[in-house]
């Protein structure tokens, strides 16, 4: 997909690509795409556990939160992030060796134009999507793979940032190789390939967070194209629906879409909803903060 990138339609991303040249060595060290994955999450992360520390303190932000009443213990964010460190120095980090040792290493000069850059990003992104989106619903339909692969990652019914990595080691390693060789077997550019990888960590935590604030992807992209927060909220809720990372279309065309729940009313009547669908009518009664508390020791 790159061509030839000294036709490119502007040099505007050529200071960067240099720069990033200048430090070849330290892009050449194993340890970089580990550290490179381990810091670009807990970046992404950062702003949203600083919302949940916060919490009722801060109005503004607290009022776009799914479920306000509830709230992450914090022997929870210990657990998440033991596991993600887990995740990514015994699965992560043997993985990219493997990788790096199968590819040849970039030699191009040329940074690629900004509109190619964006048209081989979202490329990436709809096949990565496409991928995960069957991944996904497999694992949920297979009880095998679900039960000693998948069900790790819907321990938190209530998923929140960190819950992003919180995962088995093996769909931890299956979404990162998917994610490194979407962009290397279209022959991306190494700028097009961590421009897709950051995106991809932020919009796989914000799909997490448990926020619906405005400035979120799925709020500012139209037409509902992005799920965003409470569309994959919603399938930590009821598990066999929206199953795609992070478009809608996919689950619309298969017939697993579930219109996401806004607002603190709407995710009672979800809640309200889910119970019926158990047959627990007597749960019903309860307050929603109860119910999700026991849906936790459920999924537990």
């Keep these: ?3 030839s990138y000294q036709c490119g339609e502007d040099r505007h991303l050529q200071p960067i690509w240099d720069k990033l040249r200048s430090h070849r060595d330290l892009l ?22 600083l919302l949940d520390t916060m919490g009722p303190r801060w109005p503004f932000f607290h009022c776009y939160k799914l479920k306000p009443s ?14 993600i460190c887990y995740n990514h120095g015994l699965f992560i980090f043997p993985a990219t060796l493997l990788f790096r040792g199968v590819r040849s290493e970039p030699g191009t000069l040329e ?17 990565f999507d496409l991928l995960v989106f069957f991944w996904h619903w497999l694992h949920h339909r297979v009880p095998l793979l679900y039960r000693y692969l998948h069900s790790l990652h819907h321990q938190h019914s209530s998923p929140f940032a960190l819950s992003a ?17 979407i962009p290397y077997l279209l022959s991306c550019h ?15 935590v914000e799909d997490h967070c448990g926020y619906d604030l405005p400035w979120c992807a799925h709020n500012i992209v139209p037409f509902g194209i992005l799920g965003g927060a ?21 689950d619309k065309l298969f017939g697993t879409y579930k219109k996401p729940s806004r607002g603190q009313s709407n995710d009672r009547q979800a809640e309200e909803q889910r119970a019926r669908e158990r047959g627990n009518d007597e749960q019903v009664r309860l307050r929603v903060p109860h119910m999700v508390k026991l849906d936790t020791m459920e999924q537990q």
Excluded at 70 to 83: A, G, K, P, Q
Excluded at 165 to 181: D, K, N, P, R
Excluded at 190 to 198: A, I, Q, V
């Design 28 to 49: 050449a060290s194993p340890f970089f795409p580990v550290v490179f994955s381990f810091t670009a999450n807990l970046v992404a992360c950062a702003p949203y556990l």
């Design 190 to 204: 190494p700028l097009t390939e961590m421009t897709f990888f950051l995106l991809n960590v932020w919009l796989s």
């Design 111 to 127: 940074a690629p134009s900004t509109s190619q850059l964006l048209r081989d990003v979202i490329v990436c992104l709809l096949l």
């Design 70 to 83: 509830h709230s992450f213990e914090r022997d929870t964010v210990v657990r998440s992030l033991s596991r």
């Design 165 to 181: 990595q919180y995962a088995s080691g093996w769909e931890i390693v299956c979404l990162q190789l998917l994610a490194a060789s």
């Design 230 to 250: 409470p569309f994959h909220d919603l399938h930590h809720q009821r598990s066999r629906c929206n199953y795609a990372p992070y478009f809608t279309y996919l």
């Design 1 to 3: 997909m790159n061509g």
